[in-house]
């Protein structure tokens, strides 16, 4: 049984960066979010439940998932994006748990965003959490997405406070510098799970 290791962080913080270092450093990252967005167009059984939720329009005419559809839908709905939720991350489970059984390293990675939000840390021996200053965060979405301070800053502003991230996470990645410190706090940090 290999050990997961959930990484996560929220909005620019880097976790995707770190994940690729960790991919260099030899060991496997599932993409939750990456997947998510695969799943909804490669698994049949979730079609007739979303559009049962939120229209025919969720899906075009040829078959494929209508993210901005979607994403106009549940905007500012609670309710409705907590149902696709209980739609979609089922799925994900499921298919992190095939992806797991094909793994042969002994520590393999989870990359999230939502860990602690989905309290999924309880089902990784340890958690990885990477955090950045907001203005540093905002910062580098702003060039990454070419998005506006204030969009960048109202997405961080519904996401779980970093204090609260901080207080639940096993290892911290303080990414407030450049990728070279980013790759050996990393490196660190791989090599120090035992
Ligand atoms: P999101 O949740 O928004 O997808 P993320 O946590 O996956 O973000 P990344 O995409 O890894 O974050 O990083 C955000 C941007 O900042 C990327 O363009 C990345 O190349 C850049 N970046 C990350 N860390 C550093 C760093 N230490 N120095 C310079 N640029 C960085």
Not at 22 to 28: A, D, H, L, S
Not at 36 to 50: Q, R, S, T
Request: hydrophobic fraction near 35%; charge should be negative.
């Amino acid at each position: 049984e290999p050990k997961i290791i959930g990484l996560t962080g929220g909005i620019g913080s880097g976790k995707t960066t770190v994940a690729k270092f960790i991919e260099e450093f030899g060991f496997p990252v599932y993409y939750s979010d990456d997947r998510a967005k695969d799943i909804v167009n490669e698994n049949d059984d979730l079609k007739p439940k979303i559009k049962e939720l939120l229209g025919n329009e969720s899906y075009d005419e040829n078959s494929l998932y209508n993210r901005k559809f979607v994403a106009e839908k549940v905007f500012n709905n609670k309710e409705l994006l907590q149902s696709l939720n209980e739609i979609i991350h089922p799925a994900v489970r499921l298919d992190f748990e095939d992806w797991v059984k094909k793994q042969t390293k002994y520590l393999i990675f989870k990359e999230t965003a939502l860990l602690f939000e989905l309290k999924l840390n309880k089902q990784c021996y340890q958690s990885v959490l990477v955090t950045a200053e907001d203005n540093i965060r905002i910062k580098r979405v702003m060039d990454r997405d070419g998005k506006t301070y204030r969009e960048v800053q109202s997405v961080m502003g519904k996401q779980m406070p970093e204090k609260e991230k901080i207080k639940l996470a096993d290892c911290i990645i303080y990414n407030n510098t450049n990728l070279d410190d980013l790759k050996d706090q990393t490196e660190k940090i791989i090599f120090e799970i035992e």
